[in-house]
């Protein structure tokens, strides 16, 4: 596809459940970023892949969250022991070029993700 | 990379009328990017201004960087209802993150 896919677009899990959201990035995009956005704010930061490399992951909340992109292109964030206040929007980006984000990073649509 | 605050938080004008929004910072940066994001087509990059220009226009959006006061303006003119969305600044002064403020809320009312 010509964009960044992310699936699944909804889930509900239940307190304790684990769950895994993917993302496809924009083929041959180097980078791939993982933010979180609760409801009325801004995205937050959680994590960089360089191709397969996480180069900066603190903005992962809890060691409860684990991202991977093992052969550089497809990326899952898993989160364990799922809480309440993990529920949110989950947005993947990517970019064409290494390094920072001197230059534009393309959004999926997000997963969005209930907790009860 | 640090963040930016958006000011003011919402804004509401009528279709036709332009909009304005400000982004604040506080150290010196490489870079600030804009971005849009409404319920259509999720989050958008607008614009990129660089620390050495003082002036960007990409269609009807017009974005200004005043180094000096550390603070960039979102011009957008003739706006339209399909302007409604929430826009944030990003300033980037280095690493991998790009930090995202609270946003501005602008609402244009046909």
């Known amino acids: 596809g010509a964009g960044v896919s992310q699936s699944p677009r909804y889930k509900v899990a239940k307190r304790g459940q684990d769950v895994a959201l993917r993302c496809d990035p924009i083929s041959g995009h180097v980078s791939l970023f993982w933010y979180q956005q609760a409801l009325g704010q801004g995205p937050e930061f959680l994590t960089y892949f360089q191709n397969e490399a996480q180069l900066d992951k603190s903005g992962l909340p809890s060691d409860r969250f684990f991202a991977e992109r093992p052969e550089g292109s497809v990326s899952t964030l898993k989160i364990q022991r799922t809480q309440q206040e993990d529920s949110a929007v989950y947005l993947c980006?990517?970019?064409?070029?290494?390094?920072?984000?001197?230059?534009?990073?393309?959004f999926g649509p997000g997963t969005r993700l209930t907790v009860l | 990379s640090q963040q930016g605050e958006e000011d003011p938080q919402a804004l509401s004008i009528q279709e036709g009328e332009n909009a304005t929004m400000n982004c604040s910072y506080k150290t010196s940066i490489n870079n600030l990017q804009w971005y849009r994001q409404n319920s259509g087509r999720g989050l958008v990059h607008l614009i990129l201004i660089r620390s050495n220009e003082r002036e960007k226009h990409s269609g009807r959006l017009r974005v200004t960087l005043d180094t000096s006061k550390k603070s960039s303006s979102l011009l957008i003119t003739a706006s339209r209802a399909a302007d409604t969305a929430s826009y944030f600044c990003a300033p980037y002064t280095g690493g991998f993150k790009t930090i995202f403020g609270a946003g501005t809320r602008l609402f244009v009312k046909a």
């Open positions: 980006a990517s970019s064409y070029t290494r390094g920072g984000t001197d230059n534009e990073q393309f």
